[in-house]
């Protein structure tokens, strides 16, 4: 595999791999790695929220009132309510 990057980014990829004494290969696949398994997870997080979606699986708005509260946001109301 070939990538190409720009100049600064180079530049500090360089950099960082001399500072932690490991070889750009070494980096990069680490730096793979730990992109495929966020992307990974965020997609299979979402696929799991569709499924609940279809599935009709809401948090009821009690639930909703408490994980807001637990964050120390107030709700706003939409008028009428």
Known sequence: ???RLPREMRARF????????RNRNALAQEAIRRFIETEEWQIAEIQAGLREAEAGTFASEDEMEEVW??????RRRVRGE
């Open 1 to 3: 595999m070939t990538i």
């Open 14 to 21: 360089e950099a960082l791999a001399k500072a932690t004494g």
């Open 69 to 74: 509260a637990e964050f120390g946001v107030e």
